[in-house]
């Protein structure tokens, strides 16, 4: 049974930054490609970012590319999500999410197999 758990959330100014970690268990981290996703109250589920199993392809939604990171370090079964100059409308419950099936970068929540709890960012204006 994989298992997720995010972790980096909080309260934070507009412009402010903060990092997120998703820690894996269960099955070998470095088979799975990568993804977070956010979701606010009232809306859908929403891509943020994609890394592909080694690291070596990352995708980005539009409206975070140049102001969020994704990473991963395989050895310490773990992913992250760097976030700078963080605005309101980032506000969201930030989920990471786990597909070991296919390789590559996925940003469709349908193409993942396992998702965390998720931790919750609120960037104050």
């Known amino acids: 049974q994989v298992q997720l758990v995010e972790s980096g959330g909080g309260l934070v100014q507009a412009g402010g930054s903060l990092r997120l970690s998703c820690a894996a268990s269960?099955?070998?981290?470095?088979?799975?490609?990568m993804g977070w996703f956010r979701q606010a109250p009232g809306k859908e589920r929403d891509f943020v970012a994609g890394i592909s199993q080694s690291g070596a392809f990352t995708s980005y939604a539009d409206s975070v590319k140049g102001r969020f990171t994704i990473s991963r370090d395989n050895a310490k079964n773990t992913m992250y999500l760097q976030m700078f100059s963080l605005k309101p409308e980032d506000t969201a419950v930030y989920h990471c999410a786990a597909d070991f099936r296919l390789s590559g970068v996925a940003d469709d929540f349908r193409a993942y197999e396992y998702w965390g709890q998720g931790t919750q960012v609120t960037v104050s204006s």
């Open positions: 269960g099955r070998t981290f470095s088979n799975a490609r």
